[in-house]
Every structure is written in structure tokens, then in C-alpha cells.
């Protein structure tokens, strides 16, 4: 098994290219260790020295490090082996005892807004190693709050991504949109 790597946008994060699919359901984040008990892998990678956050896209695993911690150099080749040890083991990338998220229904802006992010925007970001989220939307206010993840979050250039971006693309589409901010 070969896995390619790539830099992103944001420094302290990689991507791991395994050539097969990571995640097809849809994209997770492990922002925290806390956060990775339903993922084997996720709770592996961090138990190595370092890791910050775990994201899983449709065929990448972005991989944060600590800024403080050890360097890429470093890190890379546990990364890559707890990787391989875990495609080539079957292993699940979820435990089959986490239960999967309900959502409500949506608002006909809301549907609108989750449209375009998932044809238009989600792609693009995923490229770089990232995601975008919708969190919610103030119909009153016209404010569309976005949550960041994998590379994204904490990017240098991801607040520009936002408003050059993103915000000028939603105001296009849905004019009920008048804002776009990130929330943390």
C-alpha cells in the first residue's frame, strides 16, 4: 500500500492520500481525543506524539499537529504507519456502536443553503484538506454561520476564504444571506 501526502493551505496540517475511500458516508471530525472514541483510527492517531486533530475526508486523512510539538519531519512516518496498519487490518473506521446523528427539518432557505454548499463550496474546500459546515442560520439578522474543519480550521487564509469567497458566493445565490461568519 502507497499513501501519497500533501500539504494544505494551513501548515500545521497534512494530508494522507491512502488511494482508497476514507470516509464515503460523509466527511468527520475529530477536533479534540476526546472526540475520537467511536474511531479506532482516530483514537490511534492520537496516541501518537503531537496530533492535535483528525479529519477524514471522502479519500484523505488530514492530520493536525500541535504547533508547539514535533515537526512533520518528525511526525510523517508514524502517521503513515499507524495509516497502513489500519487500511490493511479491515478495521472499521467507526466502531458499529456510535449512533448516527438525526437532523431536524430544514427551512426552505436553510435547504437552499445546504444545496449550494454541498455542490459548489464543500468540494472545493475538500481539496485542501478541509470542510465547511452549516451551524446555523438568523433568518432575522441574515446572518449564515459556517463551521470550519480539517485543514480550514485554524487556516491563516481561511477567514479570506469566507468573505472573499464563500460570503460573495451566498449573497449571489440566496439573497436572504447578508453575512457570513465563522463560529469556533
Not at 491512502?18 to 468527520?28: K, Q
Not at 508514524?78 to 495509516?83: A, D
Not at 448516527?100 to 436553510?110: L, R
Request: charged share 20%.
Amino acid at each position: 500500500m502507497f499513501i501519497q501526502t500533501e500539504t494544505t493551505p494551513n501548515p500545521n496540517v497534512l494530508m494522507f492520500l491512502p488511494g482508497r475511500p476514507v470516509s464515503p458516508e460523509g466527511p468527520l471530525d475529530f477536533p479534540t481525543e476526546e472526540a475520537a472514541g467511536g474511531s479506532p483510527l482516530a483514537r490511534a492517531l492520537f496516541a501518537l506524539d503531537g496530533v492535535a486533530g483528525v479529519f477524514f475526508g471522502a479519500d484523505a486523512v488530514s492530520v493536525t499537529r500541535l504547533p508547539e510539538g514535533p515537526s512533520w519531519a518528525e511526525m510523517k512516518a508514524g502517521v503513515l504507519t499507524t495509516l497502513m496498519d489500519h487500511f490493511v487490518s479491515g478495521a472499521p473506521l467507526i466502531d458499529a456502536s456510535v449512533p448516527a446523528e438525526v437532523e431536524g427539518e430544514d427551512s426552505e432557505i436553510v435547504s437552499e443553503i445546504k444545496g449550494l454548499l454541498d455542490s459548489r463550496i464543500r468540494p472545493a474546500v475538500a481539496q485542501d484538506g478541509g470542510d465547511i459546515l452549516f451551524d446555523r442560520f438568523d433568518e432575522a439578522e441574515g446572518v449564515l454561520y459556517l463551521r470550519m474543519r480539517g485543514a480550514c480550521s485554524g487556516c491563516p487564509s481561511s477567514s479570506a476564504t469566507l468573505k472573499a469567497g464563500v460570503e460573495q458566493l451566498m449573497r449571489h445565490y440566496v439573497p436572504e444571506v447578508n453575512r457570513v461568519e465563522q463560529v469556533i
